[in-house]
């Protein structure tokens, strides 16, 4: 009995991430153990549970059947373990957290900094990039994203807002003629963001509103990437605040048309509804909370 609720459980995670390969990087197992653990269940079922090929398995229709009942079993189990995680007076477990690499100057930092010594026995995993990775696939328990969430399974958190501000070097602007309206921008050289898909559009008093249009002069996926070619005088970015402000308060930068506004942009805390470390990441996004809340506060 025991190896066959072993052998569901694995199931379920090759449905999750497409593949034996991902399931076997998820559990922490190679790919051989997954493929025999799957293997064995479906024999002792005498049905075929996925279609495979060489790059992804789908499920059949006899592992649709069985992936509902696998799911409430690991759900069921994850729900009495994260109970006693949430309830310990130490708390010890492992955090794989996903972050854009922007928040490295933001005072996310310094929270996280304080759960760690707070926390001795909860190890943190912090993989910095701009690219939105698949939590089941790359192996993340908690996610923390900025910009608008699309719809999605996973469980989400709004942490904080973060202003943007539209800004330049300081060489750059000196250049170049006074600014009154966005689209005094379109002849001025733009340093884009690959990843966001949206275009900028500042807004005025009102219902005022401009998209930008600038000449790309520059196309980068990594936003501290885009603040040193801002510094370097290559020209003008769409930056959060925190990346910014010391270098607006030495004149390094310029803020651009302060009379107009960027979007801020929403940092969200996002998991799996279903992870086996629900509790750690509970735990951790209640901190964060706590702290980011009391920033704006005082």
Known sequence: MIESLRAMAIFARVAESGSFRGAAKTLGVSASVVSHQVSALEAQLGVPLFYRSTRKVTLTEQGKLLLSPAKEMIEAAQAGLAHFVENADAPVGKLNVSLPAVLTSHAIMDHLATFAVTHPAIALSLRFTDVREGLIQSGLDLAIRMGQMPGSALSQRQLTIEPRYLVAGRNYVAGRDRLSHPTDLNNWDFIHFSPRLS?????????????????????????????????????????????????LQSGALVHLLPDWSLQSLPITAVWPSNSTRNGLATRLIDFLVDKLRNDVQN
């Open 199 to 247: 275009p900028l559009v500042l807004r005025g008093e009102g219902s005022t509103s401009s998209t930008l249009s600038g000449r790309i002069k520059v196309s980068v996926d990594n936003s501290q990437a885009m603040h040193r070619m801002a510094l370097a005088d290559v020209g003008f970015a769409a930056l959060p605040l925190a990346m910014v402000k010391s270098d």
